[in-house]
């Protein structure tokens, strides 16, 4: 699959590296893991960052074996490789599936420490997303302030830096279906 094609958009946020792809999954898969995911065993116990433990939001942890026979696996390592643009190559040291609807509470947080070259890649999981059921990732520079906006699409990666500040939004009051981000934490393999 040519990524290039793929590709929306990319830059970076302080100088940390992120980008957004459409069209990597087929639409049959897709609907596949939609159906899965409205089936999954979501717990209320994942945390933003360790000073908001009262403020917890829905996950499901995918097992090592069943987050790399996905068919999103191998275009978030390919897409990773791009992003990171020097011949670097990941692999996912965790998975999981946010689960998020209205009236959720999602914080800002990093997912990495600032130099440890991590990516995180971000699925938007869905059928469909209108524009006014909000749901927007929101990458923040180093000031806190909004830097890059990424809309849910169906479908959509948006892969970056693990370091850089970010967070969810949940959905709009008008929004009758769950908002799924699956994640894949990644690291540079040895």
Partial sequence: MDL????????????RPFAVFDGLVAPADLERLVNSLDRGNFTHDE??????????HWVVNLA???????PIHA??????????GDGTRYRDYRAYCNFATYGDVLLTHTDAQ????EMTALWFICREWNLEWGGETLLFNAKQDAEQVISPR????????GSILHAGRP???????????????????P
Avoid at 64 to 70: H, N
Wanted: charged residues 20%; glycine residues 6%; positive net charge.
């Fill in 154 to 161: 169906p479908g959509r990666l948006v892969i970056f830096d």
């Fill in 171 to 189: 959905p709009q009051r008008i929004c009758f279906v769950p908002r799924y981000t699956l994640a894949y934490k990644l690291e540079r393999q």
């Fill in 4 to 15: 290039s094609s793929k590709l929306v958009r990319r830059g970076l946020v302080d100088g």
């Fill in 114 to 117: 600032p130099g440890a070259h």
């Fill in 75 to 84: 275009p978030t390592l390919a897409a990773a490789a791009l992003v990171a």
């Fill in 47 to 56: 945390v933003a960052r360790p000073d908001a433990q009262q403020f917890r």
């Fill in 64 to 70: 090592p074996e069943v987050a790399q026979a996905l």
